[in-house]
């Protein structure tokens, strides 16, 4: 069984910010909690195809995506599987429905969260 709770899409100027939050659950079918190894984040613009935007994994080793590097930072709490994407110096260009993964035996998405950067 697989849960996510993502949170902090919304609408925002251009060179504002805004901060995802993504909770995530992995479970057997005997309710045994798997570890996550990778926590990640991607993004999908309209007309546009999926994009990494960052990842973290358990020991903290963090990759960002060169469009978003210096301006947004990836962070996770592993005790609690949370993973937090600070966005800074927003614009149009990051629009997009952002989706937390998780990677257990295999990945796992969540449902999304719609950001816009819009005037």
């Known amino acids: 069984q697989v849960q996510f709770v993502e949170s902090g899409g919304g609408l925002v100027q251009p060179g504002g910010s805004l901060r995802l939050s993504c909770a995530a659950s992995?479970?057997?079918?005997?309710?045994?909690?798997?570890?996550?190894?990778?926590m990640a984040w991607y993004r999908q613009g309209p007309g546009k195809p999926r994009e990494r935007v960052a990842s973290i994994s358990k020991t903290g080793g963090i990759n960002v995506g060169d469009s978003v590097k210096g301006r947004f930072t990836n962070s996770r709490d592993s005790a609690k599987e949370m993973t937090y994407l600070q966005m800074d110096e927003l614009s149009n260009e990051d629009t997009a429905v952002y989706y937390c993964?998780?990677?257990?035996?295999?990945?796992?998405w969540g449902q999304g969260t719609q950001v816009t950067v819009s005037s």
């Open positions: 993964g998780a990677l257990g035996s295999h990945w796992h």
């Open positions: 992995i479970s057997t079918s005997h309710a045994s909690i798997i570890s996550i190894n990778i």
